[in-house]
């Protein structure tokens, strides 16, 4: 099939979700066109069936802001007819399912009847989307959708309470490819960054203040306290400051690396202990598996998506938001306990198999068909 896949090119979630979707649907066979205003990251090579199509949007004095949805629909029209484009497949609903609506409207017109599928991710619902600015467009767009998916049950049935949607909703849920990482587990370089005696504490997010980075911070200041340990932080946004500062205050600087923005993200979990992922709101949390596949329990915050991916007791622990006494007091009883932590270990690396690539992708594969039905 020829698919196009329009995202955003950056380090969120649901650009990495599109780009390796389109990664394996191209190993299986389709031929897949990446739609966006850059090149998406986690997109390395080029590969014949696989395509990058950049959205250009021309600057015009006129215009206090540029019509980036005018670009990418006009493109999406162009690319439909010049690629015989079959389907396509928008990850997050703002602006891209509205965009990708009218380029079908366009096409209609032209006696081209393209299927629409609709990822929803998260943010585009929860925060974003739901803003009273944009959310008849958002309602609009995902009830004109072909077929539309949340990554969580909890996204779905959130979808439902905010927006007056009369559209089925399918769950395929975030996945990870298991064999890329099992290789990455074989060398971890833990001692480059810690001592024999040292627990690895990590935190990976892109440090938007959803992500509640400083509970990582805080949390991670009252395990200090009980034993050796480093924190590694990983990715960066708008609250890096304010936690560079608060390991100042809390006189744990010297245990603390921040990393930024890398590609280095499975290595760094290789060698981690724990995860904090103490978020406000997640839909899914692919930080979470991310961290899971490479063996590494998590500790997360209870809301959104996440109880259908951090199993508490058994590939880490939920608490509520914002409760770092809790999260420190699992993460102390769990890392001090090195039979029990072991265990967590296996468990989180089983229960992430269940989000394998070769079981999540052909769920995307079946939605195509019904969306083509
Ligand atoms: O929150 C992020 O890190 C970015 C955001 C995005 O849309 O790019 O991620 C959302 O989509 C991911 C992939 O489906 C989910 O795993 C994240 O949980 C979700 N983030 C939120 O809901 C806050």
């Not at 590609?263 to 930080?287: H, R, W, Y």
């Not at 063996?295 to 770092?324: K, Q, R």
């Not at 090195?338 to 690539?357: G, I, N, P, S």
Request: hydrophobic letters at 45%; charged letters at 20%.
């Amino acid at each position: 099939m020829k698919i196009a896949i329009v995202c955003y090119p950056t380090y969120g979630g649901s650009g990495v979700v599109a780009t390796e979707l389109g990664i394996s649907l191209a190993d299986r066979g389709h031929e897949v066109h990446f739609v966006s205003y850059k090149q998406p990251v986690r997109l390395q090579s080029l590969a014949g069936n696989i395509h990058f199509h950049e959205v250009h949007v021309p600057r015009y004095p006129l215009f206090h802001f540029q019509p980036y949805e005018l670009a990418l629909s006009s493109l999406l029209v162009e690319m439909v007819k010049l690629h015989q484009i079959e389907l396509l497949h928008v990850h997050y609903a703002i602006p891209h399912a509205y965009a990708a609506y009218m380029a079908k409207q366009m096409l209609a017109e032209n006696g081209i009847d393209i299927p629409l599928v609709t990822t929803l991710h998260g943010s585009d619902i929860t925060l974003v989307g739901n803003h009273p600015f944009y959310k008849p467009a958002v309602t609009f767009s995902i009830n004109n959708s072909d077929v539309v998916t949340a990554v969580s049950k909890d996204l779905r049935s959130d979808t439902f309470n905010f927006f007056d949607v009369h559209k089925e909703i399918h769950v395929v849920p975030n996945f990870i490819n298991v064999a890329r990482f099992d290789n990455i587990r074989v060398n971890c370089e833990r001692a480059a960054v810690a001592t024999s005696d040292e627990v690895i504490v990590t935190h990976v997010s892109n440090f938007r203040p959803v992500k509640r980075v400083l509970d990582a911070v805080e949390t991670f200041a009252r395990i200090r306290a009980k034993m050796p340990a480093k924190l590694l932080m990983v990715g960066d946004g708008p609250d890096r400051m304010a936690a560079e500062s608060r390991c100042h205050e809390l006189a744990i600087w010297d245990d603390v690396i921040f990393y930024g923005k890398t590609n280095e993200v499975s290595k760094i979990l290789c060698f981690s202990d724990l995860m904090l992922l103490p978020s406000q709101t997640e839909s899914f949390g692919l930080a979470a598996l991310e961290a899971m596949v490479a063996a590494t329990p998590v500790i997360s915050s209870n809301t959104g998506g996440l109880s259908e991916v951090n199993m508490h007791g058994e590939t880490g622990y939920l608490t509520d938001v914002g409760d770092v006494d809790a999260m420190a007091s699992y993460a102390i009883s769990l890392l001090s306990d090195k039979e029990k932590l072991t265990q967590f270990k296996q468990q989180a690396y089983a229960y992430a198999c269940r989000f394998d690539e070769h079981q999540i992708v052909p769920l995307y594969e079946e939605m195509y068909k019904k969306a083509l039905g």
